[in-house]
Nanobody, 123 residues
Framework: QVQLVESGGGSVQPGGSLRLSCAAS????????IGWFRQAPGKEREGVSC????????YYEDSVKGRFTISRDNAKNTVYLQMNTLKPEDTAVYYC????????????????WGQGTQVTVSS
């Protein structure tokens, strides 16, 4: 059974850091695009970052470039999102998701999703 489980969310003050984890089970993270998405209340789900395990290519949404870093640990079958210099506008539920082979631009092209983890940035 394919399953993605996010963890690492929490509440931090502006300027703080969190590391999100996306642990996969039931399949190995090879030849997939693994994306991180977020959804704030009343807003559409948006892509934050993605890594292609096929060739290691990474992508970042403009607002997180230079602050967030996506990485993977093949031995642990896990993808991480290191989030630094967090801002209140980063507050959202964060999800990881997969699609075959490479990263995609459309949220609808991702077919397996985790349950999400809440990130709250507030003073």
């Amino acid at each position: 059974q394919v399953q993605l489980v996010e963890s690492g969310g929490g509440s931090v003050q502006p300027g703080g850091s969190l590391r999100l984890s996306c642990a996969a089970s039931g399949f190995t993270l090879r030849n997939y695009g693994i994306g991180w998405f977020r959804q704030a209340p009343g807003k559409e789900r948006e892509g934050v970052s993605c890594i292609s395990t096929s060739d290691g290519t990474t992508y970042y949404e403009d607002s997180v470039k230079g602050r967030f870093t996506i990485s993977r640990d093949n031995a642990k079958n896990t993808v991480y999102l290191q989030m630094n210099t967090l801002k209140p506008e980063d507050t959202a539920v964060y999800y990881c998701a997969t699609r075959p082979q490479y990263c995609g631009t459309s949220v609808y092209s991702y077919d397996s999703w985790g349950q999400g983890t809440q990130v709250t940035v507030s003073s």
